[in-house]
């Protein structure tokens, strides 16, 4: 009996490469934290690359396609957050993979395989030069996504109808409270100090909230670079939004395990290296007040992460998060220290987290 899905793809390739081009064979690629699933699809045809992605869309889904908290907007969209996306991103001169074809009411997407090499399997065993110039890569290829995207900014573009405003921060915090803390496994936590966590909470949201915007594609990190002919493409971005700059970086150098590599004499570097790249690209940029809201948005981005790395394990099944929660609590409690507006947060926290002691 012929699996349906592999029917529907085989006639797909055919259509997209010509009569003469067949799938071969079809296997699929480990899970990330969406409900997306993907598969490797090997051709045989002259003329057609040797293989491709099949991005196989949840079952029944309805638009749109983006993250539960992000998936509000003003007027429903027309198309897919994913391919809205793509075409702007495309536009603008952000690598990202080639779209061959798409058929959302048959739920696949096809795109260029870009291999399996992300930016982090790239750097390991490097040098810390050889690391350093692999992330100015990265940087250079998110100021062309945050200046040029910003700059020609099209409403018709989702990434333009939304932002991080304090809401949705509120919402990030909300999640670390009842996930990473409420209904953590033998969590035991008092109320007055939850309380006092909304506060502190609320003042960096309305901090955050307060900086001027630009684009951003909101999970640009090591996991989402992939490395292609030695220069990096970008991947996942249906989730872009109007947010402060640093916030992409941060998400870029404090992510999962990045400290393995990025020690912070490394981060400061990479930190310096954006600040003079924008500056060079025509932004004004107080490198002192950048740093400040750069160590803010990592530390607003870190404790949403725990909270979901709780969720994905708990609600979802993913356990092989739950790995990541101890090096991004151990890098909030540093940021914690180094950054005066949050600092108060840490003593909060210590009883909770083992690996912040």
């Known amino acids: ?142 100021l062309r996504l945050q200046i040029v995207g910003t700059a020609q900014r099209d409403d018709a573009c989702i990434a333009f109808q939304q932002r991080f405003d304090f809401k949705l921060y509120m919402w990030e915090f909300e999640h670390f409270i009842e996930w990473g803390l409420e209904k953590r496994p033998g969590a035991k936590i008092d109320g007055t100090v939850i309380d006092e966590l909304r506060k502190w909470f609320s003042a960096i949201s309305e901090i955050l909230q ?8 909101r999970d640009y990190h090591s996991w989402n670079l992939m490395v292609r002919n030695e220069s990096l493409r970008v991947i996942d971005f249906q989730d872009a939004l109007l947010a402060p700059p640093q916030y992409d970086l941060a998400s870029l150098l404090n992510d999962r395990i990045t400290d393995e590599l990025i020690t912070p004499p490394i981060e400061q570097r990479l930190v310096h290296y954006y600040i003079d790249a924008s500056r060079a690209l025509g932004r004004t940029v107080d490198a002192d007040a950048f740093i400040e809201i750069y160590r803010l948005s990592a530390i607003q981005r870190d404790l949403k992460v725990v909270g979901r790395f709780y969720y994905l394990d708990l609600v979802k099944g993913k356990a092989g998060y739950r790995q990541f929660i101890a090096p991004t609590v151990r890098r909030l409690a540093r940021n914690f220290a180094n950054t005066p507006q949050a600092r108060p947060i840490l003593p909060l926290l210590l009883a909770q987290f083992e690996a912040m002691q």
């Open 1 to 142: 009996m012929i699996d349906p899905l592999q029917q529907l793809i085989g006639e797909k390739i055919s259509l997209i490469f010509g009569a003469g081009t067949t799938l071969t064979s079809l296997a699929a690629l480990a899970g990330d934290a969406s409900s997306r699933r993907y598969y490797r699809a090997q051709l045989s045809g002259a003329g057609a690359p040797a293989t491709v992605i099949i991005m196989d869309l949840p079952a029944g889904s309805a638009l749109p396609l983006s993250s539960e908290e992000l998936a509000v907007f003003k007027e429903v969209p027309k198309e897919l957050p994913f391919l809205n996306l793509h075409r702007f991103l495309s536009r603008i001169g952000v690598h990202v993979p080639k779209l061959y074809g798409h058929w959302e009411n048959q739920g696949i997407i096809m795109l260029e395989d870009l291999g399996d090499i992300a930016l982090w399997d790239r750097v390991q065993n490097l040098p810390d030069e050889e690391i350093i110039a692999w992330y100015r890569k990265a940087i250079d290829e998110l």
């Open 210 to 217: 307060n900086q001027l915007p630009c684009l951003n594609h």
